[in-house]
C-alpha cells in the first residue's frame, strides 16, 4: 500500500513539473528558444523599437502619409524591397499608430520627434515561441504599448499600438460608446415611425369621406327610381309601391308611411337617369 501512495506521489509531481515548465514564461529572455541571446537582446530590441517608431511612423507621418493613402505612397518602395508580407505588417502597424496619435499627444510637428519616443522596452517568447516585444511610446498625454513580434529572422510579422488609459477613462469612452448607440437606435425608430405616417399621403391618397344619412337615403331612392325607369308598366305593382313609399319616407326622414300615400305610378321617360 505503502509503495502504491509513494508512485502515485511521483507521478503527481513528475505532471505538476510538467505543467509548470510548460506555463513558465521568461520575461527578457529568449533562452532555450529558436531566437538567438547574441542578435535578440535588450539593446538591440530597443533600437529595433526606435527605428519602427521613429525612423519609420514618425517620419510617415511628417511626410503628410495616412493610412488611406499608404498603399499609393510606399508600396512599391516596401514591397519591392523587401517583401507583400512586411509591407501588409508595417501598413497595419502605421494604422494603429496613427489611430492612437492624438491620445498620445504632442505640441507640433517641429517638436514630434521628442515629444514621442520608445520609453522602455520588455521581451518575451510567449507560449507560441514566438518573440513579442512590448515597446513602450511615451507622448504628451498618454503612453502606449507598442507590440512588435518577430521572427528568428528578425522579420515583423505584427505590429500594434495600444494607449494606456486610465479606469475613467475607459468608463467614459464606455459610456459613451453606449450612448452613441441607444441614440442611434432611437433615431433610427423615429424615422422608421415618420415614414410610415407618411404612407398615407404618400400612396393612399387621405381618408375616404364619409357618407352621411341623408346620402345614404338619395342614393337608395335613384336606385330606385332608376329600376322604375327600366320597367314597362308597374302601375299595378303593389311591392314597388312600398318601395317607393319607404325610399321617400327615408329621404324625408320620417319614422312610417302614414304622411302620404302613393296613388300612382307614371312612367315619363324610359331613358332617365339622375346625373
Known amino acids: 500500500m505503502k509503495q502504491k501512495m509513494l508512485v502515485l506521489g511521483v507521478m503527481l509531481s513528475c505532471l505538476?513539473?510538467?505543467?509548470?515548465?510548460?506555463?513558465?514564461?521568461?520575461?527578457?529572455?529568449?533562452?532555450?528558444?529558436?531566437?538567438?541571446?547574441?542578435?535578440?537582446?535588450?539593446?538591440?530590441?530597443?533600437?529595433?523599437?526606435?527605428?519602427?517608431e521613429d525612423n519609420n511612423f514618425e517620419m510617415w507621418y511628417l511626410q503628410g502619409i495616412t493610412p488611406d493613402n499608404f498603399e499609393q505612397m510606399l508600396y512599391f518602395d516596401i514591397a519591392l524591397s523587401s517583401s507583400d508580407e512586411r509591407y501588409e505588417v508595417l501598413a497595419s502597424g502605421y494604422d494603429s499608430w496613427y489611430k492612437a496619435l492624438?491620445?498620445?499627444?504632442?505640441?507640433?510637428?517641429?517638436?514630434?520627434?521628442?515629444?514621442?519616443?520608445?520609453?522602455?522596452?520588455?521581451?518575451?517568447?510567449?507560449?507560441?515561441?514566438?518573440?513579442?516585444?512590448?515597446?513602450?511610446?511615451?507622448?504628451?498625454?498618454?503612453?502606449?504599448?507598442?507590440?512588435i513580434y518577430?521572427?528568428?529572422r528578425g522579420e515583423p510579422t505584427d505590429i500594434g499600438v495600444t494607449v494606456q488609459k486610465t479606469t475613467s477613462e475607459k468608463l467614459e469612452n464606455a459610456g459613451l460608446n453606449t450612448l452613441l448607440g441607444m441614440g442611434m437606435a432611437f433615431a433610427i425608430l423615429i424615422l422608421i415611425s415618420l415614414i410610415i405616417s407618411l404612407f398615407p399621403l404618400l400612396f393612399g391618397g387621405g381618408k375616404k369621406k364619409k357618407e352621411s344619412d341623408k346620402e345614404i337615403a338619395q342614393k337608395a331612392m335613384d336606385n330606385t327610381i332608376s329600376q322604375i325607369a327600366e320597367q314597362e308598366d308597374l302601375s299595378s305593382d303593389a311591392e314597388l309601391v312600398a318601395v317607393i313609399a319607404a325610399a321617400i319616407a327615408a329621404y324625408e326622414g320620417s319614422a312610417g308611411t302614414d304622411g302620404f300615400r302613393v296613388r300612382s305610378i307614371r312612367k315619363?321617360?324610359?331613358?332617365?337617369k339622375k346625373h
Open 16 to 52: 505538476i513539473g510538467l505543467t509548470a515548465c510548460g506555463e513558465d514564461v521568461k520575461s527578457n529572455s529568449v533562452e532555450g528558444s529558436r531566437y538567438s541571446s547574441d542578435i535578440f537582446t535588450q539593446e538591440s530590441l530597443k533600437g529595433f523599437a526606435e527605428a519602427i
Open 102 to 147: 492624438n491620445d498620445l499627444g504632442y505640441n507640433s510637428e517641429a517638436t514630434l520627434a521628442s515629444d514621442l519616443f520608445v520609453k522602455e522596452v520588455s521581451y518575451e517568447v510567449n507560449k507560441d515561441g514566438v518573440l513579442v516585444v512590448d515597446a513602450v511610446v511615451q507622448g504628451t498625454k498618454h503612453a502606449a504599448d507598442m507590440e
Open 268 to 272: 315619363v321617360n324610359n331613358n332617365w
Open 150 to 152: 518577430l521572427s528568428n
